[in-house]
Nanobody, 117 residues
């Protein structure tokens, strides 16, 4: 069983910054990808950014140039540095991990990010 512990989030003014962190623990033998998704009220959950074990990173077009994802493969942690935040970034952010092999997916409980003046 895999557990994801998220931290960070909160309320920030437009143009501000926040950092989200996620630590994975449990039966982890290999990771296919680890990253962040978000879901705003009334909208579907969407990919924000993820790191794949091949070293590639994927970003949503709306956050490119503003968000940076990084992963510590030795510690199974991933961080999302979010700069120049906009009101449209307001959402619940979920950490996501996809294991290697059968590709089992685990979600964190989510952290609220609110961008408002």
């Amino acid at each position: 069983q895999v557990h994801l512990a998220e931290s960070g989030g909160g309320l920030v003014q437009p143009g501000g910054s926040l950092r989200l962190s996620c630590a994975a623990s449990g039966d982890i033998f290999s990771i296919n990808s680890m990253g962040w998704y978000r879901q705003a009220p009334g909208k579907q959950r969407e990919l924000v950014a993820r790191v794949r074990t091949v070293g590639a990173t994927d970003y949503a077009a709306s956050v490119k140039g503003r968000f940076i994802i990084s992963m510590d493969h030795a510690k199974n942690t991933v961080a999302l540095q979010m700069d120049n935040l906009k009101p449209e970034d307001t959402a619940v952010y979920y950490c996501n991990l996809v294991l290697g092999g059968l590709g089992h997916m685990t979600w964190g409980q989510g952290v609220q990010v609110t961008v408002s003046s």
